[in-house]
């Protein structure tokens, strides 16, 4: 198998942190991003769920207001139709 040289820039202090995780496994950088990248091809993707576990305030605000007039769904208007609703909406002179 040949070998290609592939430069990129890291984040120093996340490259320092995870060369000592992948120490612990008998692993060095290069092993260590050969293995995600043959991982990758293996399955067509990236090998684990890349997501943010902590919503930003904005989606914070919107969950705790969705709690909210599901706990209460008598302190919020609710219409009968999507029609009832824009005719609303299209017609509100505030």
Known sequence: MAAKTTSVSLNADAV???EGLFA????????????????????????????????????????????????HPENYKSYSTFQELLDEVLHDDT
Do not use: K, Y
């Open 16 to 18: 320092r942190q995870a």
């Open 24 to 71: 612990d496994f008998g692993l060095d950088l290069p092993t260590a991003i050969e293995l995600f990248l043959r991982q990758s091809v293996r399955e067509q993707r990236i090998p684990f769920e890349v997501r943010r576990d902590i919503p930003n305030p904005e989606t914070r605000a919107a969950l705790e207001e969705i709690s909210e007039m599901r706990a």
